[in-house]
């Protein structure tokens, strides 16, 4: 060691700082810059168009004369029921394969790249290195979503007026109010889908192939799916991890039912917690050797 190096009581070289190591805003610009991540938001621009076009092509009498009343019949009312719709349309599928997208891909593929070990020696606490890979996954995921939402908003607008929404029902909630209820409806599906996201998180410091932590994820949440469709399993359908993911609509009721809204951000959140901790529990004592 030279004159000029001092350690540290602690073992670390004089200047080392832990929490200067591998800061957010640098991830979040790894991050945005990958092609993946490039393609997903392109993803969510296209796909409102897609809707948009897919339903001025579609439309008919008969549509129209269907006496059954949901979403997609009244997608075409103004931007702000587009914007319904897409939800309604993404909440089961597209937006849980993003959420597992972004979750599943944090350290799967820094070990698939042998790029982990590297990190972890640069030196990085692994802590802090799980912690901001997590938070740098939810805010892609956030922003996903709210980019997904925006376009929809105003390609919706555009093409079908700024107007008031219109429920299923016939209820008419003015503009102001109904931005207001998509705020909170886009707040709940981001808590929501987390759920998909901390369990691909999980998966991800297990395995080091990043498609087995995402399709491994998103596998388990189609199994939960489709068991919640069996009536027979009774009560204990409701605490499955899908049990209220399109709770969000009781937000297009007037006045507005909140039981299985706050069950189902209360019910996620538990979900999530126990889902990051066993993903930091399980990489706390891996040994990484890519």
């Not at 092609?35 to 897609?50: E, K, S």
């Not at 009244?74 to 931007?79: E, I, P």
């Not at 802090?128 to 996903?144: D, G, I, T």
């Not at 709210?146 to 107007?163: H, N």
Request: hydrophobic content about 55%; overall charge neutral.
């Amino acid at each position: 060691m030279r004159p000029s190096e001092h350690v540290q009581p602690t073992g670390a070289v004089a200047g080392y700082r832990p929490e200067r190591t591998l800061r957010l805003s640098v991830e979040l610009r790894r991050q945005f810059k990958r092609r993946r991540t490039i393609g997903v938001f392109a993803l969510m621009i296209a796909l409102p168009l897609v809707l948009i076009a897919a339903l001025q092509l579609g439309a008919s009498e008969e549509a129209a004369e269907n006496s059954r009343i949901n979403l997609v019949d009244v997608a075409t009312a103004s931007g702000l029921n587009f914007t319904l719709f897409v939800l309604f349309a993404t909440t089961g599928f597209f937006l849980v394969v993003v959420y597992a997208l972004f979750f599943g891909d944090t350290v799967a593929v820094e070990a698939q790249w042998g790029s982990l070990r590297y990190a972890l020696a640069t030196p990085i606490p692994r802590m802090r290195l799980l912690r901001q890979k997590w938070l740098a996954a939810l805010v892609q995921s956030v922003a996903a979503l709210l980019t997904l939402a925006a376009v929809a908003v105003v390609a919706g607008g555009i093409a079908f007026g700024f107007g008031d929404i219109q429920t299923p029902v016939g209820v008419a909630i003015p503009q102001g109010d109904g931005m207001l209820r998509l705020a909170g409806m886009l707040g709940y599906l981001a808590v929501h889908l987390l759920v998909v996201g901390a369990l691909a998180f999980w998966f991800s410091t297990i395995t080091d192939a990043p498609l087995a932590a995402v399709g491994g994820s998103v596998f388990t949440m189609f199994v939960f799916a489709i068991l919640d469709q069996v009536e027979q399993l009774g009560s204990i359908r409701d605490w499955f991890p899908t049990a209220e993911e399109f709770a969000w609509t009781d937000l297009l009721q007037t006045p507005i039912e909140s039981g299985d809204l706050f069950r189902g951000v209360i019910q996620s959140l538990v979900y999530v917690a126990v889902f990051t901790a066993l993903g930091f529990r399980h990489f706390a004592r891996r040994d990484v050797t890519s």
